[in-house]
């Protein structure tokens, strides 16, 4: 069974207080408060109700806060087959979510189209919104997704503050047309 990270950030400790950096802190906030979307259309979606239930229980890391509202959430979980013509509905809804944002492609068919390999079926949902974090499988179990979560924390935990506003992350998006 995964065990929650207990972890502190990194500090110097004198008497009777501590100093440590904001991004950190900050990145600890983020990576234990995750209000994920999850984006289901098909089987995978059936593993993430599993993965949310009592037996794994996404609450210990937590993400127990499902949000269906766009604006109000940081993690876009892409769970199934996606259909080319759900394409910029994905793309729309990726961009009314509000910044800092990250995404997970759960499963072979987000991540690849897995087995559909047809005219119909977009081939990963890296085709029209960055993706961060892949996990495999068809259907991915629910340590997969959990072994997900934990490493979109990592990258939360880790990510400077001023990468949204970097360079770098312009031409990312623009690779996409998003503003
Ligand atoms: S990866 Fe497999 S289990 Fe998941 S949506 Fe595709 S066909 Fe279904």
């Known amino acids: 069974m995964i065990k929650k990270s207990t972890e502190t950030p990194e500090m110097?400790?004198?008497?009777?207080?501590?100093?440590?950096?904001l991004d950190k802190v900050v990145g600890l906030a983020r990576a234990n408060s995750i209000w994920p979307l999850p984006f289901a259309t098909s089987c995978c979606g059936i593993e993430f109700m599993a993965t949310m239930a009592a037996t794994y229980d996404l609450g210990r890391f937590g993400a127990e806060r499902l949000s269906?509202?766009?604006?109000?959430?940081?993690?876009?979980m892409v769970m199934g087959t996606i259909a080319k013509k759900m394409g910029p509905i994905l793309k729309q809804v990726y961009v009314q979510m509000a910044e800092p944002k990250w995404v997970i492609a759960v499963g072979a068919c987000a991540s690849s189209g897995g087995i559909f390999d047809t005219y119909s079926v977009l081939q990963g949902i890296d085709k029209v919104i960055p993706v961060d974090v892949y996990v495999p499988g068809c259907p991915p179990p629910p340590e997969a997704i959990l072994d997900g979560i934990l490493k979109i924390q990592e990258l939360m935990k880790n990510e400077p503050l001023n990468r949204r506003s970097s360079e770098e992350y312009r031409l990312l998006m623009d690779k996409y047309g998003i503003d």
Do not use: I, N
């Not at 110097?12 to 950096?21: M, S």
């Open 68 to 76: 269906f509202s766009p604006r109000q959430a940081d993690l876009l």
């Open 12 to 21: 110097y400790l004198g008497e009777g207080f501590g100093l440590t950096r």
